[in-house]
């Protein structure tokens, strides 16, 4: 049974980063055919996709967050990780990493159970 | 980026009721359309991708349909496990972008 799991600070003070740690069990980040993305959630809102990396260590990001986010595998831990720079209150949001097999249309198909960060001083 | 516009925002419908959600896409995406279920406090939940293949494990109530800009989901029987919000996404370009969501209420 695969299973993603987030782990990192919930709250952040405005202008710092944000590192968040996803742990996969029960698959390997390592394999073909397999992104891995970060997603997140402001309370009472849709959910905005971040950006994915491949196993081989590319990575797709989303343009609207401006170089401000990271993302990076540790194969040997079986991890894949969000940086996001610059914080604002504007970043307050449930933070989920998912699986995104290419086959099945790129849809994600597994969720880790989600980390709400908040940005306050 | 391609903008997905969901419709209703919300409805409200009674068990047993036949319900139908709309996903638009401000350009052709194909096929490339996926449906997520939500629950007040829980994760997203993969339903149908590629537009109208059923996720392993999901009741067969649901379905979808549509190509190009325009999808549905339907679900057939409304049940009391499925008043949730629901999501729509396109894969087709990155960056992937999802619809702001339809909420299903209880009537």
């Known amino acids: 049974q695969v299973q993603l799991l987030e782990s990192g600070p919930g709250l952040v003070k405005p202008s710092q980063t944000l590192t968040l740690t996803c742990t996969v069990s029960g698959d390997s980040i390592s394999r073909d055919n397999c992104y891995w993305s970060w997603i997140r959630q402001p309370a009472g809102k849709a959910l905005e996709w971040l950006g994915r990396i491949y196993s081989g260590g590319s990575t797709t990001y989303n343009p609207s967050l401006k170089s401000r986010v990271t993302i990076s595998l540790d194969t040997s831990k079986n991890q894949f990780s969000l940086k996001l720079t610059s914080l604002t209150a504007a970043d307050t949001a449930v933070y989920y990493c998912a699986r995104e097999p290419i086959v099945g249309a790129n849809a994600f198909d597994i969720w880790g159970q989600g980390r709400k960060v908040t940005v306050s001083s | 980026d391609i903008q997905m516009t969901q419709s209703p925002s919300s409805l409200s419908a009674s068990v047993g009721d036949r319900v139908t959600i709309t996903c638009r896409a401000s350009q052709s995406i194909r096929s490339y359309l996926n449906w997520y279920q939500q629950k007040p406090g829980r994760v997203p939940n993969l339903l149908i991708y590629?537009?109208?293949t059923l996720q392993s494990g999901v009741p067969s109530r649901f379905s979808g349909s549509g190509s190009g800009t325009d999808f549905t989901l339907t679900i057939s029987s409304l049940q009391p496990e499925d008043f949730a919000t629901y999501y729509c996404?396109?894969?087709?370009?990155?960056?992937?972008?999802f619809g702001q969501g339809t909420k299903v209420e209880i009537k």
């Open positions: 590629a537009t109208s």
């Open positions: 996404h396109q894969s087709y370009s990155t960056p992937w972008t």
